[in-house]
């Protein structure tokens, strides 16, 4: 899977043997059997190594808008792409994307979101040109990077920063260093470098780590690094493929606060690829789903995740609002009413003030003595999403006209069963 053009650079300080094509897109191999020298690889980035709804307000049917159709200022647009990596040596042929047309708007952060194998990294190869569609056309900053070769594309790629999962830092550079790298690439003038690395570490927040080697930092602190190298030679636009999975919970905000800095102050252009959810809630504006290859859905944050069509979107949400019940309630449920009883019914609540809403106008129209047996209610794209298990007095007639009620107002909502 992984393809590499291996570069022998010596040790020392210059000349730097490193292939133009290594611009955007080198990271250190194992040294091992290649000796002492370090070795850089291009590895065609193949890092497989790894809605606001509130009662008696109607809803409109929200198609999955493209950005594209509505954003003409496109810094990335996908026009009718679809990559297959040819059969080879027995081994069959992979249709990795298909059919995918989206734009990213000039100073957005877009999510693109799917499952291992989705096509994500295909994607993400495709705009900075490690890889050519099969078919189809990848617009950056109104260039067909798709249609560049040589040393046009070498320079295209100068304005696209990448970082990864695994940092691919350069173990035998310090942090100034592994910086600078690519401005020497570049052909920079030492003088110049020296001061873009010191800006540049003051940027990402490790002044104090000019010296360090990677071994001698954290994984937030390396990730540091990545994207401060990412940017030394000011790119209009930074891939970033899985950056923070490698991370914990907290050095993953902090990570992606420092990316929303870095698109609110530079006016960098972020796509962001990930399997995580709380990624794409955090930081995305914009995004796009996808599965097996294909787009499911794509568009505004709030849109796609508060009217989510897809069962691979449905399943994203999920995660970050969950549809389990508390243990305790959920050992309770059973089949039939029983005297007495309450009936369980859940209800998806989308929009600010929605699950307060909801609850209050069932009580007060329905004459219902309505209890809350859970919620859990999340912000994504600036509006609320969750759902409610409700409690509801009775038995089958009492379900019927709840969800008559709630139906009559758009709002999702299903029997799970009764508790005593
Ligand atoms: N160079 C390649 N040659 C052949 N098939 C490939 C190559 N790169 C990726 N694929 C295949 O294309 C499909 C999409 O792979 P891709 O790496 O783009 O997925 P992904 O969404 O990034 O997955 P993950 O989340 O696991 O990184 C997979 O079936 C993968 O095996
Ligand atoms: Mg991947």
Same mark, same amino acid.
């Given at each position: 899977?992984?393809?590499?053009?291996?570069?022998?650079?010596?040790?020392?300080?210059?000349?730097? /043997?490193?292939?133009?094509?290594?611009?955007?897109?080198?990271?250190?191999?194992?040294?091992?059997?290649?000796?002492?020298? @370090?070795? !850089?690889?291009?590895?065609?980035?193949?890092?497989?190594?790894?809605?606001?709804?509130?009662?008696?307000?109607?809803?409109?049917?929200?198609?999955?808008?493209?950005?594209?159709?509505?954003?003409?200022?496109?810094?990335?647009?996908?026009?009718?792409?679809?990559?297959?990596?040819?059969?080879?040596?027995?081994?069959?042929?992979?249709?990795?994307? @298909?059919?995918?047309?989206?734009?990213?708007?000039?100073?957005?952060?877009?999510?693109?979101? &799917?499952?291992?194998?989705?096509?994500?990294?295909?994607?993400?190869?495709?705009?900075?040109?490690? @890889?050519?569609?099969?078919? &189809?056309?990848?617009?950056?900053?109104?260039?067909?990077?798709?249609?560049?070769?040589?040393?046009?594309?070498?320079?295209?790629?100068?304005?696209?920063?990448?970082?990864?999962?695994?940092?691919?830092?350069?173990?035998?550079?310090?942090?100034?260093?592994?910086?600078?790298?690519?401005?020497?690439?570049?052909?920079?003038?030492?003088?110049?470098?020296?001061?873009?690395?010191?800006?540049?570490?003051?940027?990402?927040?490790?002044?104090?780590?000019?010296?360090?080697?990677?071994?001698?930092?954290?994984?937030?602190?390396?990730?540091?690094?990545?994207?401060?190298?990412?940017?030394?030679?000011?790119?209009?636009?930074?891939?970033?493929?899985?950056?923070?999975?490698?991370?914990?919970?907290?050095?993953?905000?902090?990570?992606?606060?420092? !990316?929303?800095?870095?698109?609110?102050? !530079?006016?960098?252009?972020?796509?962001?690829?990930?399997?995580?959810?709380?990624?794409?809630?955090?930081? =995305?504006?914009?995004?796009?789903?996808?599965? =097996?290859?294909?787009?499911? @859905?794509?568009?505004?944050? =709030?849109?796609?995740?508060?009217?989510?069509?897809?069962?691979?979107?449905?399943? /994203?949400?999920?995660?970050?609002?969950?549809?389990?019940?508390?243990?305790?309630?959920?050992?309770?449920?059973?089949?039939?009413?029983?005297?007495?009883?309450?009936?369980?019914?859940?209800?998806?609540?989308?929009?600010?003030?929605?699950?307060?809403?909801?609850?209050?106008?069932?009580?007060?129209?329905?004459?219902?003595?309505?209890?809350?047996?859970?919620?859990?209610?999340?912000?994504?794209? &600036?509006?609320?999403?969750?759902?409610?298990?409700?409690?509801?007095?009775?038995?089958?007639?009492?379900?019927?006209?709840?969800?008559?009620?709630?139906?009559?107002?758009?709002?999702?909502?299903?029997?799970?069963?009764?508790?005593?």
């Amino acid at each position: 899977m992984v393809r590499a053009a291996v570069q022998r650079v010596p040790s020392g300080p210059s000349p730097l /043997f490193i292939s133009p094509s290594l611009d955007a897109t080198w990271f250190p191999c194992a040294a091992g059997a290649h000796g002492d020298s @370090e070795l !850089l690889c291009m590895k065609a980035a193949s890092m497989n190594a790894h809605q606001s709804l509130a009662i008696g307000q109607p809803i409109e049917t929200l198609e999955a808008v493209s950005p594209a159709a509505t954003e003409p200022d496109a810094m990335v647009r996908f026009e009718g792409i679809s990559k297959t990596y040819p059969a080879y040596r027995g081994k069959p042929g992979v249709n990795a994307l @298909e059919n995918i047309d989206f734009a990213s708007p000039r100073g957005s952060i877009t999510g693109v979101i &799917g499952r291992s194998g989705a096509g994500k990294s295909s994607l993400v190869r495709l705009i900075n040109g490690l @890889e050519k569609p099969t078919t &189809g056309r990848v617009i950056v900053d109104n260039r067909d990077i798709s249609a560049l070769a040589g040393r046009e594309l070498r320079l295209a790629q100068r304005s696209i920063g990448m970082i990864f999962q695994h940092f691919n830092l350069l173990s035998s550079r310090t942090s100034a260093d592994n910086i600078a790298l690519p401005l020497e690439i570049a052909g920079w003038a030492k003088a110049d470098i020296k001061a873009r690395v010191t800006e540049l570490l003051a940027l990402v927040g490790i002044a104090d780590k000019h010296d360090r080697y990677p071994s001698e930092l954290s994984g937030g602190q390396k990730q540091r690094v990545g994207i401060a190298r990412a940017l030394a030679t000011r790119p209009d636009v930074l891939l970033s493929d899985e950056a923070t999975s490698a991370l914990d919970p907290q050095t993953t905000r902090a990570i992606l606060d420092l !990316l929303a800095n870095i698109n609110r102050e !530079l006016g960098v252009t972020i796509v962001l690829i990930t399997h995580e959810m709380s990624v794409v809630r955090q930081l =995305a504006k914009e995004v796009v789903v996808l599965d =097996a290859g294909h787009v499911v @859905e794509s568009g505004h944050v =709030a849109d796609i995740f508060t009217h989510p069509k897809h069962p691979i979107t449905q399943s /994203f949400l999920a995660e970050v609002i969950g549809d389990s019940l508390p243990v305790s309630l959920a050992s309770r449920i059973v089949s039939e009413p029983s005297a007495g009883g309450q009936a369980v019914i859940r209800v998806q609540v989308r929009g600010a003030g929605a699950g307060d809403t909801v609850v209050a106008r069932l009580a007060r129209e329905l004459g219902l003595d309505v209890s809350l047996l859970s919620a859990r209610i999340d912000e994504i794209g &600036g509006q609320h999403v969750g759902s409610l298990t409700l409690g509801i007095p009775g038995g089958e007639d009492a379900v019927t006209r709840t969800l008559a009620w709630l139906s009559q107002y758009q709002f999702s909502a299903e029997s799970l069963g009764y508790v005593a």
